[in-house]
């Protein structure tokens, strides 16, 4: 699963559904390497000319070849007005810089060389290259950013509220005029970062990130937890047809369990939501979940399994155990319609983005069995690719009800927060169904 083809495939179907804000800028990414004219020439105004703080011979070093750029352009003129470049902090020279070992860095990214053309200043536009620079380090699976600033009351203080880098040492630079200086080491949260530049936007530029960055980053986040997802061993053992039918058991029973109760949950999600349209969405994703556990019933029953004793007795693992609490806990505590969407774009990704090869070896799986008729025993799988993960979908449609109710930077990271527990609770639990241990993503 190719993680752009798929935004590629579906983003557009949602931007034309509510409807894209008036676009007066473009966002472009690169990574570092190629440099476009217009970003040499920008970079070499602001910090040689304007600032001194760099001869034009040294406009890019190892850490812009090692970065990520993202660069902010004018859509109507084409011109650049802001840049900045993000990067591992452990994969640069910063950690040399501060004298910290290489292994404190693992979880931040470090940004530097930040420009806002002087035509553009006062505008803005500082937050936003900022937002996305922080935006960019969740994206790479960061929880901190680093960097070297000069002291004092500077216009990224201003926004960002950093602290000192604890243990770090002051940096001597010596600038293009011969000029010596020291820049300070910083840190934050991304998370915080991104909070104090977006309510820092004007109006116009936050309804731009919400309607162009949310559903996106939520997209690209639910996206590459499952590509991670789908190459734990149980998959593994699919793909080279050895997976035990023990253990493929072991996975119907534990999906069984919270199957069973999907269409409770979403009744509980029906009778909370005030809004008449997200309602529909969720009485129709209702609709689409009645009897699903049936099939997992038949599945189990044409392998050979006792689904009495699976119906009536069998406790679920912990991390199904947990899945479900999650669940449970967002429609009766919490009651937020909206925040409970970040349960059901996670768990439809997983099932929706199998694919048809998958269930191929799937089916070889069972074949080795010694059952004549695998289709019998994968019907539920089967069948969810196209429920889940067609362009109308549930995941599709979940990311349409997101990207209209979604209005501010809380609750983006709320919701980022309900994927990453739901991907952790099932990462859990089918690293278990062969015995393998689970690598999950730790949330602040």
Request: glycine letters at 6%; hydrophobic letters at 35%.
């Given at each position: 699963m190719d993680v752009h083809s798929v935004l590629f495939k579906h983003l557009p179907q949602i931007y034309e559904t509510y409807g894209a804000v008036q676009e007066s800028i473009r966002i472009k990414v690169i990574d570092g390497g190629q440099y476009p004219e217009e970003?040499?020439?920008?970079?070499?105004?602001?910090?040689?000319?304007?600032?001194?703080?760099?001869?034009?011979?040294?406009?890019?070093?190892?850490?812009?070849?090692?970065?990520?750029?993202?660069?902010?352009?004018?859509?109507?003129?084409?011109?650049?007005?802001?840049?900045?470049?993000?990067?591992?902090?452990?994969?640069?020279?910063?950690?040399?810089?501060?004298?910290?070992?290489?292994?404190?860095?693992?979880?931040?990214?470090?940004?530097?060389?930040?420009?806002?053309?002087?035509?553009?200043?006062?505008?803005?536009?500082?937050?936003?290259?900022?937002?996305?620079?922080?935006?960019?380090?969740?994206?790479?699976?960061?929880?901190?950013?680093?960097?070297?600033?000069?002291?004092?009351?500077?216009?990224?203080?201003?926004?960002?509220?950093?602290?000192?880098?604890?243990?770090?040492?002051?940096?001597?630079?010596?600038?293009?005029?011969?000029?010596?200086?020291?820049?300070?080491?910083?840190?934050?949260?991304?998370?915080?970062?991104?909070?104090?530049?977006?309510?820092?936007?004007?109006?116009?530029?936050?309804?731009?990130?919400?309607?162009?960055?949310?559903?996106?980053?939520?997209?690209?986040?639910?996206?590459?937890?499952?590509?991670?997802?789908?190459?734990?061993?149980?998959?593994?053992?699919?793909?080279?047809?050895?997976?035990?039918?023990?253990?493929?058991?072991?996975?119907?029973?534990?999906?069984?369990?919270?199957?069973?109760?999907t269409t409770k949950i979403l009744g509980r999600a029906v009778g909370m939501t005030d809004d008449a349209e997200l309602r529909e969405h969720y009485v129709s994703h209702l609709k689409g979940e009645v009897n699903h556990e049936k099939w997992l019933e038949n599945d189990m029953e044409y392998l050979g399994s006792d689904f009495p004793y699976v119906r009536d007795h069998l406790v679920p693992d912990v991390g199904i155990m947990n899945f479900m609490f999650i669940q449970e806990a967002l429609a009766s505590s919490r009651q937020d319609p909206i925040l409970f969407l970040g349960v059901p774009v996670a768990i439809e990704a997983i099932s929706g983005f199998l694919d048809e090869r998958f269930i191929k070896d799937l089916k070889a799986c069972i074949r080795n069995w010694g059952y004549d008729e695998p289709s019998k025993g994968c019907s539920f799988l089967s069948s969810h690719i196209h429920t889940d993960g067609a362009v109308d979908g549930h995941w599709i449609n979940t990311l349409r009800s997101l990207g209209k109710y979604l209005k501010t930077e809380k609750q983006l990271q709320e919701t980022l927060r309900v994927v990453h527990l739901v991907m952790n609770a099932l990462e859990q639990s089918y690293s278990g169904f062969t015995g393998t241990k689970t690598s999950t993503i730790t949330l602040q």
């Open positions: 970003y040499i020439n920008l970079r070499r105004e602001v910090y040689s000319e304007e600032t001194k703080w760099l001869s034009s011979q040294e406009l890019f070093d190892a850490n812009d070849d090692a970065g990520r750029h993202i660069l902010i352009y004018d859509s109507i003129t084409s011109e650049l007005m802001a840049s900045i470049v993000s990067s591992p902090a452990d994969g640069g020279d910063y950690y040399l810089h501060a004298k910290l070992p290489r292994e404190e860095f693992s979880d931040a990214i470090f940004s530097t060389r930040i420009q806002v053309s002087p035509r553009h200043r006062q505008k803005g536009i500082l937050k936003l290259i900022i937002y996305l620079s922080m935006r960019e380090g969740r994206l790479m699976g960061k929880k901190r950013y680093v960097g070297y600033v000069e002291p004092g009351d500077i216009p990224t203080w201003r926004v960002l509220r950093y602290e000192a880098l604890e243990g770090a040492a002051v940096r001597g630079v010596k600038g293009a005029d011969g000029h010596q200086y020291n820049v300070v080491p910083i840190e934050s949260t991304l998370d915080e970062g991104c909070m104090r530049s977006f309510q820092l936007l004007p109006n116009e530029l936050q309804e731009w990130v919400v309607r162009n960055c949310f559903v996106e980053e939520i997209a690209q986040t639910v996206l590459n937890r499952v590509n991670d997802f789908y190459r734990i061993e149980y998959f593994n053992q699919i793909r080279n047809h050895t997976l035990t039918r023990s253990n493929y058991l072991s996975s119907l029973k534990n999906q069984y369990q919270y199957v069973k109760w």
